[in-house]
């Protein structure tokens, strides 16, 4: 399942990427050296974002759920989830949304922000029961 997406969220990032955009349009004709340091800083920025959040999405495979975002992947065992919360965050997580899911599994937690939060929950809800029940 992919992951929601706030728009507003990824105006921040575009907003910044934006201004140092219009930053090195004005440097151009007065300082150029400088303008072509603000572009780089503008490309490896855009770069990194799209690198860590893009594509990101949740996929419940048969022993685990997998965290895709860009180049970075998560394997979670559903035994070792121990926790799912509902949070409204900011934090940085593989997650394009602030309503989000939390994943609490030994001292450690994951958010993400699934397009469909209550049919994801449910059917993880489903998935961390069949690995904790015993089996015959």
């Known amino acids: 399942m992919r992951s929601a997406v706030d728009w507003w969220l990824l105006l921040l990032p575009l907003a910044a990427i934006g201004c140092v955009l219009f930053l090195a349009s004005?440097?151009?004709?007065q300082a150029p050296l400088q303008a072509a340091v603000a572009l780089?800083?503008?490309?490896?920025?855009?770069?990194v974002l799209l690198m860590r959040g893009v594509p990101c999405h949740?996929?419940?495979?048969?022993?685990?759920?997998?965290i895709?975002?860009?180049?970075?992947?998560?394997?979670?065992?559903?035994?070792?989830?121990?926790?799912?919360?509902?949070?409204?965050s900011l934090v940085g997580a593989p997650a394009w949304a602030a309503r989000r899911l939390r994943l609490r599994y030994g001292s450690a937690s994951i958010q993400i922000s699934p397009l469909d939060r209550d049919a994801f929950e449910q059917a993880l809800a489903?998935?961390?029961s069949?690995?904790?029940?015993?089996?015959?």
């Open 26 to 29: 004005r440097l151009l004709q």
């Open 126 to 128: 489903q998935r961390l």
């Open 58 to 66: 949740y996929l419940l495979e048969q022993k685990g759920l997998l």
């Open 68 to 88: 895709r975002a860009g180049i970075e992947r998560w394997h979670l065992p559903y035994e070792k989830i121990e926790r799912v919360d509902r949070v409204w």
């Open 40 to 47: 780089t800083l503008a490309m490896i920025a855009s770069s």
């Open 130 to 136: 069949e690995a904790r029940s015993p089996r015959s």
